[in-house]
Nanobody
């Protein structure tokens, strides 16, 4: 079992930046691909980004490409999502998830509880 914990959410204005962090409380994240997903009010959860266990491969949804950057520090058991040029449509609950493969919109085995990001216009 892998318990993921997200942090870093908040309320910001459009155009601002925010960095989300994800860690695992019991086991190392280094052997998993880790991704970020989000769910806006009244909408289904959607893929945002994923990074391979080594950090060599990353994938992004078209809606965030060029604005968001995913990275990881395996020595610190951390995965990050740096979000820049935030838009109101980026508002939602952001979930960290872990799984075996880093591909576009991957199926994940473990999920965090989520952190709220609210972008005001």
């Amino acid at each position: 079992q892998l318990h993921l914990v997200e942090s870093g959410g908040g309320m910001v204005q459009a155009g601002s930046s925010l960095m989300l962090s994800c860690t695992a409380s019991e086991r190392y994240l280094s052997t998993y691909a880790v991704g970020w997903f989000r769910q806006a009010p009244g909408k289904e959860r959607e893929f945002v980004s994923v990074i391979s266990w080594s950090g060599d491969s990353t994938y992004y949804a078209d809606s965030v490409k060029g604005r968001f950057t995913i990275s990881r520090e395996n020595a610190k058991n951390m995965v990050y999502l740096q979000m820049s040029s935030l838009k109101p449509e980026d508002t939602g609950v952001y979930y960290c998830a872990a799984g075996p493969i880093a591909i576009m919109d991957p199926a994940m085995d473990y999920w965090g509880q989520g952190t709220q990001v609210t972008v005001s216009s």
